[in-house]
């Protein structure tokens, strides 16, 4: 019998196991053939890498700052000179800052909103967003609503349905507002999710974040048992039994390591508490596509572009210049969300492929048209996944059953990103969510 068995070998069932695996005998059980979960790695064919999953680290990340300095991977700014660039119909104009160029009323508007949104957010405790006084009030609204009530201008509401698309990969009235305001707070403000330089989006490292996730897995020694899904879990109060990949194994304690999502696909037995079966099925995650195009140079740069854009009724709204330092072959990144992620994944592929180049185009000219590789990762279609960034609350979840979030089933710790208090929805979140059920762990076996 194990101490405990660890179900995923994402960063946050990584971050437990690496927090236990001194002292305690651990198992972690991974459905992939791969560890990190969410990052990803591709290799073109001039044998240049790139993450097809998360890959940004940025100010207040420090648990993963930290890891990535005690695995010795250096991080590197992703490339943030030059101008902007916004489109608005078949119109382009350039910008500097977090803010596109728009007419003054519309930035006015856009700002009046953002302004506000912002103070809201800022009242929460993210640990418990459930108890603000106007916590209900919230929650039954969606972000829709929001907008519809706090701006007046249809340019200035689109502006701001894109910047909630790019962090929640979500269309507006799909999300509780309580929840969008939990997110910002919790990822110190929806400015910083939105920023390069100061921001969400501020480094990258050097080996790819796919390339750092299973640099720590290998320092487990062998803890780890690839491409064994766990398809059933029997509990009591003595312990668990795990059934994966055709065989069981037994620990005293388990944490689950994996998305809501996931983790409904798992047979529980007792069954799962009623509530916490509801709150799981309430939290399905972002449609999210994440598309690079490699070009021989980055081109942009020459125009005095920064590679970053946002806009337009394209399949792609907003773009990065994701070039790696040291490297003369030019990256763009594009992500395709929400509604546009859901309709574009049932696409062919070329068809795909040839939809995110023409957006390209839109923003950068025809050049973007022809590049030398290409690749994309349909996160909606991963089979262990099912949906990127992270999982999102509707309208009356946190309210109702917010507070079970992170509370252990039985024997059952859960971690995952989605059970952070700080940096939900990002690696970071899921460091944090790691290192506290593995502290539960160490604290329930003393």
Not at 192 to 210: F, P
Request: proline share 5%; hydrophobic share 45%.
């Amino acid at each position: 019998m194990h101490d405990v068995i660890i179900i995923g070998a994402g960063f946050s069932g990584l971050e437990a196991a690496r927090q236990l695996v001194a002292s305690h005998d651990v198992l972690v059980l991974e459905a992939r053939s791969r560890a990190g979960g969410r990052v990803l790695t591709h290799t073109f064919a001039n044998g240049d890498e790139t993450d097809l999953g998360g890959q940004w680290v940025g100010p207040g990340q420090d648990r993963l700052y930290a890891l990535a300095a005690a695995m010795g991977f250096a991080t590197y700014p992703l490339w943030d000179k030059g101008r902007h660039v916004v489109r608005s119909g078949s119109r382009l104009k350039h910008y500097k800052g977090t803010i596109p160029a728009l007419p003054l009323p519309v930035l006015l508007d856009l700002n009046r909103v953002l302004s506000r949104f912002e103070k809201m957010a800022a009242e929460l405790d993210p640990a418990a967003p459930w108890t603000h006084p106007k916590a209900e009030r919230w929650d039954r609204m969606t972000v829709a609503d929001f907008m519809a009530r706090s701006s007046f201008t249809r340019r200035a509401r689109e502006m701001f349905a894109i910047g909630i698309g790019a962090v929640f990969c979500a269309e507006p009235h799909e999300l509780s507002l309580l929840h969008a305001l939990f997110y910002a707070r919790s990822g110190r403000s929806l400015d910083a999710l939105l920023s390069v330089s100061g921001g969400a989006q501020q480094d990258r490292v050097h080996g790819t974040m796919g390339g750092l996730a299973s640099h720590v897995a290998g320092t487990l020694d062998g803890k780890i048992r690839y491409d064994a899904p766990v398809r059933s879990i029997r509990w009591s109060d003595t312990g668990v039994e795990v059934e994966a990949g055709g065989e069981v194994f037994t620990a005293r304690r388990a944490i689950l390591a994996i998305p809501p999502s996931q983790a409904l696909g798992i047979a529980f037995d007792p069954p799962l508490p009623g509530n916490r079966d509801a709150l799981w099925r309430r939290m399905p995650a972002g449609a999210c596509i994440k598309c690079v195009a490699q070009y021989e140079r980055p081109f942009w740069r020459e125009r005095g572009l920064s590679g970053q854009a946002v806009g337009g009724k394209l399949s792609v709204r907003v773009t990065f210049d994701n070039t790696e330092e040291g490297k003369s072959a030019g990256l763009l990144l594009g992500f395709i969300e929400g509604d546009e992620a859901r309709h574009w994944s049932a696409v062919r592929a070329e068809e795909r492929r040839a939809a995110v180049l023409e957006a390209f185009a839109g923003f950068f000219g025809p050049e973007a048209l022809s590049p030398i590789d290409y690749a994309d990762q349909d996160w909606t279609s991963e089979p262990w996944t099912r949906g990127c960034y992270a999982a999102f609350m509707g309208p009356g979840v946190w309210t109702t059953l917010g507070h079970q979030l992170r509370q252990p089933i039985g024997p059952i710790h859960v971690a995952g990103t989605e059970t952070a208090v700080m940096g939900y929805g990002y690696i970071e979140g899921a460091l944090e969510a790691g290192a506290r059920a593995a502290d539960e762990v160490k604290a329930a076996l003393a």
